[in-house]
């Protein structure tokens, strides 16, 4: 298996907020072109790498029936910030997607300028008594939190602009455990985990087409998996997403330790069929595996894709994070392994009547 | 004019990116003792910890002059293991704890990075995130495998920057002060005996400089710090007149604050010095704070005393921002009073 960790430091490394996943997407293309028959990109952005299966008849053109096809979907937008305004240099900013405001003081982030410069900021949380009454004490709402970028007012306001980026800083840093933290890991950990999947096929037969999917604005609006679920309309399709970790302040039936192993989804989001292909697969190659219990929602592109046109199997994989959503966010790598290796494993082993088995009891 | 050019921005950097959290300061005082060795006519390290240095003067008794800048910073002891990487911590000094959550951090002797986490704003409730985290709820986290010590010191993981005008860092609250202190012992005047306390523990009490006040019994004493500037905007755009100071506008002159009032006699040489030498100055805002001036004044006699900072935004935050600019004045400020002091600015 080849070392995963310089190319996922290097897309957690680069800008891809929901909405703007050009630069990111740019990485993941390049990486993923060698290990496809063909890459494009959706109208809104995704990456679809199709890597097609192998012919029934064993000679591929004279194999004229579409095959069936797996399509894996592994979101590569991140959440982040957005400017909303800017006071004396001073940069106020709203949130893309989920942030807890309670993390965000003294964190380094980028703005995205318009001017095209990255400029080095932090947020900072402003004096008591600057705020309105009762505003400054206890955790400070994200509106009254503002950006620092060190730079005068006059030199920020002829770089920045209402509606420029700005996202988390952290630097990716390997921790004991053979872990990787830094920000939005979550998904890029499983971008690259897709990327190990994709590498284990290149030796693996398997009948199946299988649609590698880099989604967009998964955690705005799912957008990027409704539209390019539809577009591809695959025969299944699997998400492949964080789970939350055990850590300080989560416990309970909804965490998962890190590097003890990956989980399957249960839930509405997932047909029962293909979580018992999974499990059975896992059992066989001996990677360890979790039920990740799904009451309603999955919160993942699983929730999107099992709604399109008439309806598509679904099926939830997950990977365990701590801090997820914050800027130190934490996986264990050789979960991350795991996943890439489980999905390679489970692609080759549909056989191409696989889908008639798929039957509701 | 002295400047701030490369060597003393790496210097800087490297003060501020060390480990020395109150009560362990080694990291910078290897620092110190390695930059004030070549200059000094005596370098000792006291009995808790602080560099204590002299550079003789001309002539027969010259003015004896005490100039204190903190080697340490606020941070963190690890106090328990709670097991697979996740350790316990208490605060060392005045550290908001809204600033610790999502951070990383390094962990002893050799920067081992950590995080503190928080939970995922998935598994919490609106009114859960109406509420500060309390430290009591926090941990480091080394990763699953991560090991530590009880007792060892931690602090932000946060490395040093030049942005534009400004530098970014952790730590600038004092390592602007002992960077200052070792250029002007680079370019020590000649007309005082010049007395440097690189002291320890002000955080937690200004405790080094007030056996270091004892061991020179200096005719005046100097503390060179680094004070909040609290200059943002105010939130309804109302004028904001409780700033402290403002970054920009030169070294800060105290006139009074919690633990001293500051001698007038120092306080107006500085800003005569300031004014005739065309060098920018402000006064801090009386009031609250304190710096090692408070422990030294009391010293034996008594010594008169003044402080002069650096103004720094974001106090023991994992990003302070301070001004190159200020950090020139001071320096010059603070090199041309000294060059200027006679006997008579503290007769009796």
Redesign the interface.
């Known amino acids: 298996m080849s070392d995963i960790l310089p190319f996922l430091k290097s897309i957690i490394s680069v800008s891809g907020l929901s909405g703007f996943e050009t630069p990111v997407a740019n990485l993941i293309e390049k990486k993923w072109t060698p290990l496809v028959d063909q890459l494009t990109r959706s109208r809104l952005g995704s990456i679809h790498g199709l890597k097609k299966g192998r012919s029934t008849t064993g000679i591929r053109s004279a194999d004229k029936s579409p095959r069936p096809s797996v399509l894996i979907a592994t979101h590569m937008d991140a959440i982040g910030l957005m400017v909303s305004r800017i006071?004396?240099g001073?940069i106020y900013v709203t949130n893309i997607g989920?942030?807890?405001?309670?993390?965000?003081?003294?964190?380094?982030v980028l703005v995205h300028a318009s001017s095209g410069e990255d400029?080095?900021g932090?947020v900072?949380?402003?004096?008591a008594?600057?705020?309105?009454d009762g505003?400054g004490s206890?955790?400070?709402a994200l509106k009254?939190l503002?950006v620092?970028?060190?730079?005068?007012p006059s030199?920020v306001s002829k770089r920045v602009k209402v509606g420029d980026r700005v996202a988390f800083n952290?630097?990716p840093?390997e921790?004991?455990?053979?872990?990787v933290?830094g920000h939005t890991l979550d998904n890029r950990a499983s971008v690259a985990a897709l990327t190990i999947c994709l590498e284990e096929l290149q030796s693996k037969s398997h009948v199946w087409d299988v649609w590698a999917l880099a989604s967009v604005q998964e955690e705005v609006s799912f957008g990027g998996s409704y539209t390019s679920t539809f577009e591809l309309r695959p025969t299944i399709a699997v998400a492949l997403d964080m789970t939350?970790g055990r850590?300080?302040?989560?416990s309970g039936y909804?965490t998962f330790?890190?590097?003890k192993g990956i989980t399957l989804g249960i839930g509405p989001s997932v047909h029962p069929h293909l979580h018992k292909r999974f499990k059975e697969v896992a059992d066989r190659i001996e990677i360890p595996v979790d039920n990740d219990l799904m009451p309603e929602h999955s919160?993942t592109d699983a929730d999107a894709m099992q709604l399109i046109a008439e309806g598509i199997p679904t099926m939830v994989v997950s990977i365990p994070q701590?801090?997820?959503?914050?800027?130190?966010e934490?996986v264990?790598i050789k979960d991350i392994q795991r996943a890439g290796r489980l999905l390679a494993e489970f692609i080759a082993s549909l056989e191409a009547d696989f889908i008639e088995k798929i039957i509701w009891e | 004019m002295l400047s701030i050019g490369k060597p003393q921005i790496n210097l800087l950097e490297k003060l501020c990116n060390a480990l020395s959290v109150s009560g362990a300061e080694g990291e910078v005082r290897r620092i110190v003792l390695e930059e004030v060795k070549p200059y000094a006519d005596e370098v000792k390290v006291d009995a808790l910890g602080s560099v204590l240095v002299r550079k003789n003067g001309a002539g027969k008794k010259p003015l004896r002059v005490l100039l204190d800048a903190h080697m340490d910073e606020v941070g963190f002891m690890i106090v328990a293991d709670d097991g697979?990487?996740?350790f316990q911590f208490e605060v060392v000094g005045g550290i908001?704890p809204?600033?610790?959550?999502?951070?990383?951090v390094i962990v002893g002797k050799d920067h081992?990075?950590?995080?503190?986490?928080?939970?995922?704003?998935?598994?919490?409730t609106p009114e859960e995130?109406?509420?500060?985290?309390d430290v009591d709820?926090?941990?480091i986290?080394?990763?699953?495998?991560?090991?530590a010590s009880a007792g060892e010191r931690a602090t932000?993981a946060?490395?040093f920057?030049i942005?534009?005008?400004?530098?970014?860092s952790k730590s600038i609250d004092d390592r602007i002060g002992v960077a200052i202190l070792i250029e002007l012992l680079k370019n020590a005047p000649k007309n005082i005996e010049l007395c440097l306390s690189f002291s320890v523990q002000e955080e937690i009490g200004l405790r080094g400089a007030k056996v270091a006040g004892y061991y020179f019994n200096p005719d005046l004493a100097i503390a060179v710090d680094s004070t909040p500037s609290?200059d943002?905007?105010?939130?309804?755009g109302r004028e904001?007149y409780?700033y402290n100071t403002k970054l920009?506008f030169g070294p800060a002159i105290y006139m009074a604050n919690s633990s001293t009032i500051d001698d007038p006699r120092l306080v107006k040489f500085l800003e005569e010095t300031a004014i005739k030498n065309k060098i920018p100055y402000q006064f801090r805002q009386p009031g609250g704070g304190g710096t090692n001036a408070g422990a030294i004044q009391q010293s034996r006699a008594g010594v008169p005393v003044v402080s002069v900072s650096v103004p720094h935004?974001?106090t023991h935050?994992?990003?302070s921002?301070s001004r190159v600019e200020d950090w020139k004045n001071t320096l010059n400020l603070l090199h041309t009073a000294l060059n200027n002091m006679t006997p008579e600015l503290v007769k009796r």
Request: glycine share 14%; net charge neutral; with cysteine.
């Open positions: 006071v004396d001073f989920g942030v807890d405001s309670r993390v965000l003081p003294g964190t380094p400029l080095y932090v900072v949380l402003p004096p008594n600057l705020l309105p505003e206890g955790a400070v009254y503002m620092d970028t060190g730079l005068t030199d952290t630097e840093v921790i004991a455990g053979g872990c933290s939350f850590g300080t302040g989560s909804q330790p890190l590097g919160s701590r801090y997820m959503h914050t800027p130190v934490l264990s | 697979e990487g996740f908001d809204r600033h610790l959550v999502g951070k990383q081992t990075i950590g995080v503190i986490g928080a939970k995922p704003i998935h598994l919490t995130r109406k509420h500060a985290i709820a926090m941990r986290d080394l990763g699953p495998e991560g090991k932000f946060t490395k920057k942005v534009g005008p400004s530098i970014m609290r943002l905007p105010d939130f309804d904001n409780t920009g935004r974001y935050s994992p990003v921002v």
